[in-house]
């Protein structure tokens, strides 16, 4: 049953994104009148049937049949991608659609002319995402207040790395151009805050070869993701990493000194979201000094503060991916699952920075999201 639950949220967008074809179908052939009727259905009906073959291969109903990871990763990311554009298109066209109703003769054309420009409009801005946006690779900087920040701590800087997703949608080429941003910030810390890759079949030794590139006065530490989880990689990962000199925290804690201060840093293995979160490390000694937790699911932040940690480090979200700033808000799905999105939060004097990360998952698409390599620099209050 439960196993059965899980494939619902996947089959309902399946179900939406066929309804949608079908109707955007119907929605042209009523604009270009019966003549044209014929073609656009067996359009409807060709692009109905390669949605399913794309969108089952792109999601969780046939896990169980085919592993996930054997199957090619650009027809999991077209799958995504068709369904998103046939849903959000076909929404448009039924709003325009219910805008027309009470239209004069001479302004038909130019309203059938703005649903149509309303149609494509997704496929553009997913275009855009897909071939531009997901390129647009920077460096943030931010400033992070620490209050009673130790002298020798004062102006530290950390470099953040974080959901790599090495696959066919970021090369190698492109998290050694990240290196290279993060190298050039001469951070004193570099971190690692999980997902280095999306599935099995994505290049894991390529990865971690790639980070000993890496360069940081004391070290690069480092903590996992959901995406090692389902690959089954932790302990390889953390081995690995070891041996070139990544240090990937497990519920463990690193003390570093710099000057007469002393810094804590604690790694945590993924928090599933909505469970009891950091019950691994409860109780343990944080240590003196500052402490700092690295954790890639940002909604342990509420967690982490009744525990004392200073600050908390976090990827997981993408900054949303795909995301549409709207009266001075950010409009996205991650919204709806966390209240962690992107950026510097504070409460109760305790930090938390959530950074974008460089890969994408699912859709190879990012539209308000660049990717980005973060510089976070301490600095006393």
């Given at each position: 049953m439960e196993s059965i639950l899980r494939e619902i949220p996947a089959l309902t967008v399946l179900c939406l994104a066929l309804y949608a074809q079908r109707a955007l179908g119907r929605s042209f052939s009523a604009r270009f009148g019966p003549a044209w009727t014929p073609r656009f259905e067996w359009g409807a009906r060709l692009g109905a049937g390669l949605m399913v073959a794309a969108y089952s291969l792109a999601f969780y109903p046939i896990r169980h049949a085919v592993p996930l990871w054997q199957i090619p990763a650009w027809i999991r990311g077209a799958g995504h991608v068709w369904a998103f554009v046939s849903i959000i298109a076909f929404a448009l066209d039924r709003v325009a659609a219910g805008l027309a109703i009470p239209v004069l003769p001479?302004?038909?054309r130019l309203l059938r002319g703005a649903a149509d420009l309303a149609m494509t409009a997704p496929v553009a801005a997913l275009g855009y995402g897909l071939f531009i946006g997901r390129h647009q690779m920077e460096t943030r900087e931010v400033t992070v207040k620490v209050k009673g920040l130790p002298k020798d701590l004062d102006g530290l800087r950390l470099a953040q790395?974080?959901?790599?997703?090495?696959?066919?949608?970021?090369?190698p080429r492109d998290l050694d151009r990240a290196i290279d941003m993060a190298n050039e910030g001469r951070p004193h810390i570099t971190l690692l805050t999980g997902d280095l890759i999306t599935d099995r079949k994505d290049p894991l030794d390529i990865c971690l070869e790639r980070l000993?590139?890496?360069?940081?006065?004391?070290?690069?530490?480092?903590?996992?993701?959901?995406?090692e989880r389902y690959s089954e990689c932790e302990d390889y990962v953390a081995s690995r990493g070891a041996r070139t000199g990544i240090?990937?925290?497990?519920?463990?804690r690193a003390e570093l000194r710099f000057g007469s201060a002393r810094l804590n840093i604690t790694g945590v293995d993924y928090q599933q979201f909505r469970k009891p979160y950091l019950t691994a490390v409860e109780g343990t000694?944080?240590?003196?000094?500052?402490?700092?937790?690295?954790s890639h699911n940002p909604d342990v932040f509420h967690r982490a503060v009744e525990l004392g940690y200073d600050l908390t480090i976090a990827g997981h979200t993408h900054g949303g991916q795909i995301t549409v700033e709207y009266l001075h808000q950010h409009l996205n799905l991650t919204r709806f699952y966390t209240?962690?999105?992107?950026?510097?939060?504070?409460?109760?004097?305790?930090?938390?920075y959530v950074?974008?990360?460089l890969g994408t998952v699912g859709m190879p698409v990012r539209l308000g999201a660049p990717p980005e390599v973060a510089l976070i620099r301490l600095c006393a209050t």
């Open positions: 001479e302004r038909r790395i974080t959901d790599i997703h090495l696959s066919p949608f970021f090369s000993t590139k890496l360069k940081a006065e004391a070290g690069v530490f480092g903590c996992m993701g959901n995406h240090r990937f925290l497990r519920q463990d000694d944080h240590g003196e000094g500052l402490s700092v937790l690295l209240p962690y999105v992107y950026g510097l939060y504070e409460k109760e004097g305790r930090s938390l950074s974008r990360g």
